[in-house]
């Protein structure tokens, strides 16, 4: 007989269930969505699929948008904006920030547009307005939505398509991932913050360490951290493989929330209600754990990363390591490239290493907590002679307020460096803040990839007070040495003034009007096409042709599609764009032939054959799907992947193979590399020779074979559950009323966005279904 007591649960555990729509015997599970955050990079297809099949946004008050990441969202001053229009000059740009402000206005989106002092981040500004609540679930177009994890929220990054899933469903087809817990115990040592925890913690486990699982990050170390220090680790729980990362709220929680915008009102019935959920929800004493990783602090220094994965760490006092450090034949090549891209020597003391510029940014490390950290450090002293820029990049238009409340833009200025307007910057350098070849960077950000800052640029990881102390040293430097006064990580959860600035930007009316939607929310401009991207994609069955081989370990999708591509607002035309910077030499359109890409008859692969491990990890954009698809190649094979990364194949109608087993995986690079032919075959799940012999079979989950193998779009056999999501709905508001509509809503006593009835779903032919598929 079944038994009535539930077994003990993770705290992961508790929010997936809180949100199920519907499981299947599969373990296919249709998860409600919470909180979508929107910015301008990852949207522009999504709300095109939505016109294009004459859907709407199911939940607008759900929703929130802002534009953070793309070229010429300048972080220089802002002083002369007018209009997004006239004030970006670079068209691509212009035309991805437009389309933004269009489809907000069409779907009636809250938008923090270019003008608005909230503007930033999309991860700084979810938390910073209380968007972002305890026990949600939060997605976004971008990977590093693992950063809300801090509240205790489920929160992950998703490719474009599923943007489009949301949005027109607030639903996502997904399955449960593996609960991890990394456990960090004791007080931190002098010097060591929380981005020091994560790059160790990375070191540790390695960037596929949490592949597949959802990290909770516990112990006393972490419970001791505000929660600005809790979403830097959390942030970059993705650069550690994982779906997302998680921390139990607590009363440091709480306490954060207090007088945050969208944050049920301190003290309301409802307030109470939710603190009492939130507190709730911790893991239960034997709960199960797939993986388990203990960490001492006494163990953690303040760490800086030498090569071109965020696993590649040392502490400050190490040495550059060199490939006789590692056992395995991947890490050794892996090394000695990234060595050479880097332009370091083995053996070499990191701290002899010199620094061109300093970035202080990013959704990791730019807010106030940070900037008060590195102007501590700064304060008084100016930068080394050879540092040719430093920047300090805010998170948010509030965050860079407060600062200047504090006077921390002036500690910055006199001591040299720039102080800037909130955005992306030079993480990923879509706008003009970036690296010229060879430059060295020491950086607050979250990914050191090959040409992430700049073709040819080399980015160091770190803290920000170690990112400060290398811009007073000129080299990497080692903080505790200019900082003798034994600088810690900050207790506190700094607040932002957000009432005095709420003030400022308009008075409740103002308010209301930004956040509110009218009640029978409709949408406008919204063709009623019936066909469109969104509509299906082509079937996959047999799939017959050359494969390329690549024999390199974290092939990440920087590297599969650099960021200058990412200013498209349409889905084709990236195949000649693919592996750009290893596909043509520096700066010329001349193809290096030494890149397999480029070689007879892998030009016209069909199929990638990547005998390393963890291909497609890091950002999320979908481009890199669409730049294989349309170079030609429909199937990738390797022995793992990026998870957002795997999801976004599909949604294309590719098939991404594992395959775990390293004979066949040899095997079938041996038969690539002899410029045969394979046959994937999806239907019988084998891959053969060219000469029909089966080489190896492989797995597929059900629900995706079915759709590939159909053609299907799941948004249509979403929608055609949409009952279920009703049900689902009328649960939340009884349960978590806090969760419908914003505080302002509730606020100005008026209810949740209504939900119109749902759109008619269609089959990628275009018919119109008379009995709902499942899904
Ligand atoms: C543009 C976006 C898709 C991307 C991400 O997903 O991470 C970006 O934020 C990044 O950091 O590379
Ligand atoms: S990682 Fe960089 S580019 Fe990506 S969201 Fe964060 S700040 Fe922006």
């Not at 080394?384 to 430093?390: E, P, Q, W």
Request: charged content about 25%; hydrophobic content about 35%.
């Amino acid at each position: 007989m079944p038994s009535a007591v539930k077994p003990p649960q993770t705290l992961y555990d508790k929010v997936f269930e809180d949100h199920i729509v519907e499981e299947k015997e599969d373990g296919t599970v249709l998860l409600y969505i919470d909180r979508h955050l929107v910015h301008e990079v990852t949207s522009p297809q999504a709300f095109e699929g939505l016109r294009n099949a004459g859907r709407r946004v199911r939940r607008p008050d759900c929703t929130l948008a802002t534009v953070d990441h793309v070229r010429n969202i300048p972080t220089a001053s802002r002083k002369n904006l007018t209009t997004t229009e006239k004030f970006i000059d670079e068209a691509d740009s212009r035309t991805q920030c437009m389309t933004l402000e269009d489809n907000v206005k069409a779907f009636d989106l809250t938008y923090f547009g270019l003008d608005d002092k909230r503007q930033g981040i999309v991860h700084i500004i979810g938390p910073e307005q209380g968007f972002t609540l305890p026990g949600t679930t939060v997605v976004c177009g971008d990977s590093h939505t693992s950063t809300h994890g801090a509240f205790g929220a489920l929160a992950f990054g998703i490719g474009t398509s599923e943007v489009e899933h949301v949005l027109a469903t607030q639903t996502l087809i997904t399955r449960r991932s593996k609960n991890m817990k990394v456990q960090v115990d004791g007080e931190l040592l002098p010097g060591v913050s929380s981005k020091d925890i994560i790059l160790h913690v990375i070191g540790q486990i390695g960037t596929a360490g949490g592949t597949g699982a959802v990290i909770e990050f516990c112990g006393s170390a972490i419970r001791a951290l505000s929660m600005e220090a809790r979403m830097s680790i959390c942030n970059m729980a993705i650069e550690g493989g994982a779906r997302a990362g998680m921390v139990a709220p607590d009363q440091t929680t709480i306490e954060y929330l207090k007088g945050r915008p969208l944050a049920p009102k301190v003290d309301s019935a409802e307030w109470k209600k939710a603190c009492n959920y939130w507190l709730g929800l911790s893991s239960d004493e034997g709960a199960k754990w797939d993986i388990e990783v203990m960490i001492d602090s006494k163990d953690i220094a303040p760490t800086v990363s030498w090569g071109t994965s965020p696993q590649d760490v040392v502490p400050i006092t190490g040495v550059v390591p060199g490939p006789d450090d590692f056992q395995d034949e991947v890490k050794k090549e892996a090394c000695k490239r990234a060595l050479k891209y880097m332009g370091l020597t083995a053996g070499t003391p990191m701290q002899e290493v010199q620094v061109d510029k300093v970035f202080i940014g990013s959704c990791t490390n730019a807010r106030i907590e940070d900037l008060r950290a590195a102007a501590r450090i700064v304060e008084g002293k100016k930068i080394a002679s050879n540092i040719k820029r430093a920047m300090i990049v805010p998170g948010s238009g509030l965050v860079k307020k407060q600062a200047e409340a504090e006077g921390l833009d002036k500690i910055f200025s006199d001591a040299g460096f720039e102080w800037r307007e909130a955005g992306c910057s030079m993480c990923l350098g879509m706008n003009p803040d970036i690296l010229s070849p060879g430059e060295r960077c020491a950086s607050t950000s979250n990914r050191n990839f090959e040409g992430r800052q700049g073709a040819g640029g080399r980015t160091h990881l770190m803290s920000p007070v170690m990112a400060a102390a290398a811009a007073i040293v000129g080299n990497l430097a080692d903080v505790r040495k200019l900082a003798p006064q034994s600088y810690t990580a900050a207790k506190g959860s700094p607040k932002i003034e957000l009432d005095a600035h709420m003030e400022e930007v308009g008075s409740d009316d103002e308010i209301e009007r930004i956040m509110d939607l009218p009640a029978d929310s409709q949408m406008h401009a919204t063709p009623t096409s019936t066909k469109g991207a969104s509509a299906g994609m082509p079937k996959f069955e047999t799939l017959r042709g050359y494969a390329a081989p690549m024999d390199i370990a974290n092939i990440d999708t920087d590297a599969i599609i650099p960021k200058q591509f990412l200013k498209t607002i349409k889905r084709s035309g990236l195949g000649s764009a693919l592996f750009h910077a290893w596909r043509y030499e520096v700066g010329s359109d001349k193809e290096d032939a030494s890149f397999i890409l480029n070689q007879e008859p892998y030009r016209n692969s069909k199929i990638l054959i990547c005998t390393g491990p963890n291909f497609g990890c890091g950002s999320s954009r979908e481009h890199a799907p669409w730049a294989l698809l349309d170079f030609g190649i429909k199937c990738i094979i390797a022995p793992s992947f990026g998870d957002i990364f795997f999801n976004n194949t599909f949604k294309n109608g590719m098939l991404p193979l594992r395959i775990t087993d390293s004979a066949a995986l040899d095997k079938l690079s041996q038969i690539a590399k002899s410029g045969e032919e394979l046959e994937v075959d999806l239907p019988a799940q084998v891959i053969r020779a060219a000469d029909g012999k089966e080489v190896c079979s492989f797995d597929v989950e059900e629900f995706r074979k079915h759709c590939l193998v159909n053609g299907l779009d799941d948004i249509g056999l979403t929608m055609a559950n949409d009952d279920k999501i009703v049900e689902h709905e009328k649960k939340r508001t009884a349960v978590w009323p806090w969760l419908d509509g914003s505080g302002y809503l509730k606020r100005h006593g008026r209810g949740p966005v209504k939900i119109e009835a749902k759109a008619v779903p269609k089959t990628n032919r275009g018919e119109v279904l008379t009995e709902p598929l499942e899904w």
